[in-house]
């Protein structure tokens, strides 16, 4: 191997492994408070939410339904 | 104000690692740096806030940040006694005999870097860690592409030369 290549591939390292990856501005965004209309926002949708899940029917399967007629019942084993 | 804010995150952008590089050259710890970089910038940001009217932003922050990692290194120094060998980057993803044979040539590495002038660290770091071509160096240091081979074969040189003698 080059000794010139060498040495490049050992400062890229050098410096690869020491470059802060992100760089962090100074100035970073600031964490705003969330707005009336966000918060009112967010308040339904959980209102929405909740009223759908109390009132949603619940799901039957029909094969367990004792009025149907239709459920498959296991035979027990008999000797 | 916006415009302000556009422009001072566009110039970050652009020249926050060319910042960390100078920074680097003279106060060699990556994370110190960093803050040093930061700091070059958050002083840009307070002068146009005071209504300060800076003609090259991009000379301006690299001045600032060589200042004051210049005087950050000499405060570590006399802090520390010493100025503490930035050899635990990376190791961390490393099966641990190879971490031990990458640290030994990475303070080598860091060690000789150290014995060269504080020029020769930037110039090294603008070509390595920024990847920057010689017309790219030679506008940021205001000098010509010629001047910028020349340097760079010397600096080469005198760490080879420095690496070499070492046991």
Redesign the interface.
Known sequence: MNDDDALDRRLREYYRERLPRPFRSPLRPVRRTPSRLSLAASMLIVTVAAWYAATRPIHRPESLSLESGTATVPVPFRR | MADR?AE??RL?LAH??EA?AVA?ARRPD??AA?DI???A??RL?MAWQDGETIRQPRAWLLRVARNLAEDDAKSAFRRNGTRPP?QL??LADRPVADAVVHAE??AA??SA?QQLSAEDREL??L???LDYDTPNIAALLDTTPAAVLMRLSRA?QR??TI?GTEP
Do not use: N, T, V
């Open positions: 804010r001072f995150d970050f926050a690692r960390w680097y990556a994370d960093h970089a930061q700091e910038f958050l940001w930035d980057a990376g040539r990475d590495l860091h870097l090294l770091a070509r390595y860690a080469r760490l080879a690496l």
